[in-house]
């Protein structure tokens, strides 16, 4: 009989979830269960490597569900078993995605579009709405934000990818639900109620009155990033741009690009209001080609008066366009050759200077160029998309990895914030690198928690001060099956 604890249960599933074979799993060691924002988690177990169960039942592409404590059960779909030898008793860790690694086996097909549907209801939806993104999947809602209408269009992506893609361009983000099954989708950064501190010696007294109060053992540097945009010309599929934005409030701004002489600057014009052709009085007629975009507006901004407009004739001292003038022009307007739209960050540049980057979002795009309706609609998608960048981009991005936590909340997600009190040396490329003091906010990326059959319980928590989820290799895989397999490479 086995000397440990039998803390751990785990059964083996079919497809359905239907516990198949001839009976759970006891002889755990222990069990490791990781949950990261934007991204699938993974889930590790540890066996005897003579246990005959696992021999006989368990193998690649089987479900797992492993009962850790009461209330809390981990599933996953088993993708490693890994033999180790080493020691006294021969082990096997299995470990795999999640269970939103059931998303990265079902595509979104060719050419799926959403044109200005409702996000909630349509978009994301449910198993039973055939046509979202968790239509077919066995997967239903759990919290997901009511955003609005929103206007996408997918290319064989897996759906995992298309709901990390979906909520990246809207500035939100997607974990499992608190139950099996279900998707979060939304802004999240609430207030978890939790603080994690290394100073327990000063504060013992206070966990009575601190019911989440985690204490850490070690910090470490996880990333500190200097890489920042505070000015990013966006554009969608096929070039298409923010100049049909209809939010009022939009933050548009543009300028001039590269003109046929070389120009890039503003050129003052002299237009009598709503005359065709239109006179140029700084530069001549000929500074402008025949099909060339321009832009005429009392400012360079969005939201002043302006069009946007193609010169169809050019003459020594003027111009003439194609559609007229939409707007009346006056004198001293301004005249942008082959606009630019862009949108910034001004206090980020008052801190940084101008960290200015362009963004391609090639699932952005109208679906017919021809309506203005469908052009509007995705304008004002792109727009959404640009600013949840800048939003994330703004300012240095600064995480920290804290290990051997021990009181973490068992009720504790990625995407909530915690207050982070430490003071202490901390750790970079495994040494002692300076010394800290902080007492602030951050959002929690990533938790993996660990529990021995001894009864040892410890956590290690990844934590930013910006909502935006570290890349590493295993995501990255996860998150490009679907190209994988389209290369014949899986």
Known sequence: MSTHQ?????DILD??????????????????VTEELDRG??????????????????????????????????????????YVGSGKTPTLRISGPDLLGELLYLTTGYNRTYNNLDLRTAVVGTTATSTSLLGGTGWTQGTVENYGNVTIEYDAQTRLAALITLAEQLGRHIRQGSTEQTLDFGLFGSS????????HHALLRQSSKEAKLAYVAQAQI?????????RILPLGKSKFDMRDATNASANIKVRAGQGPLGATTLITANIGPGTNPIPVTAGTGTNFTVGEEIWIGVSATWTTAHEVATVQNVAANSITLTAGTAVAHSIGDNVLQRPQFYVEDTASQASYGVRENTAQFNWIGPIDATILADRQQAADMLYAAVNARLTRHSESYRSYI???????????????????????NVKAWGENVFFIDIDDEFYVIKITRKFAATGAETASVAVANVSRPTPNNTNLVLYNLDTLRWVGLS
């Open 6 to 10: 039998q803390r751990f249960v785990a």
């Open 192 to 199: 978890s109620g939790c603080r994690i501190t290394n100073v």
């Open 402 to 424: 804290l290990s051997q936590v021990v009181n973490l909340p068992y009720d504790l997600r990625v995407g909530e914030k915690v207050r982070l009190t430490y003071r202490g």
């Open 222 to 230: 996880g990333t500190i990033s200097a890489d920042i945009e505070n």
């Open 41 to 82: 988690g993974q889930v590790a177990i540890v066996t005897p490597a003579t246990d005959e169960r696992v021999i006989d039942w368990v193998a690649t592409n089987r479900k797992l569900r492993v009962r850790v404590r009461e209330g809390t059960m981990a599933t996953f779909i088993v993708q490693n078993m890994d």
């Open 15 to 32: 497809a359905s979830g239907n516990i198949v074979g001839p009976g759970p799993l006891f002889e755990i060691l222990s069990v490791e």
